[in-house]
């Protein structure tokens, strides 16, 4: 079974920077959106970033202009660069890939089947 693994997670102050990383254990065939999300406590996971094949974004309202998502398809990696964070950016982050089926549909749309662990950001005022 193909798992997703998550790194660069950590504290940070307000107004600093990370860059979490995801990556498979094995290939993947047919990826289409990949993505990250982020649940913190007492809320729901919401979408903050997804990335499509032909490289079409979506982001979250609130983390536009402070965060970038990247992919590297050779590799089947995930990156999300993390400007400028806030404390209210302070939660679990979980990568996940969409296989062929999201190809044809927006990245916010696309339906996530396979899932990291998820990477601690926490962000001190």
């Known amino acids: 079974q193909v798992h997703l693994v998550e790194s660069g997670g950590g504290l940070v102050q307000a107004g600093g920077s990370l860059r979490l990383s995801c990556a498979a254990s094995e290939s993947i065939v047919g990826v289409s959106v990949m993505g990250w999300h982020r649940q913190a406590p007492g809320q729901e996971r919401e979408l903050v970033a997804a990335i499509s094949r032909a490289g079409v974004t979506y982001y979250e309202e609130s983390v536009k202009g402070r965060f970038t998502i990247s992919r590297d398809d050779d590799k089947t990696t995930l990156q999300l660069e993390m400007n400028d964070l806030k404390p209210e950016d302070t939660a679990m982050y979980y990568c996940?890939?969409?296989?062929?089926?999201?190809?044809?549909?927006?990245?916010?749309?696309?339906?996530?089947?396979?899932w990291g662990q998820g990477t601690q950001v926490t962000v001190s005022s």
């Open positions: 996940a890939y969409a296989g062929p089926a999201s190809v044809y549909v927006p990245p916010r749309r696309a339906r996530f089947e396979y």
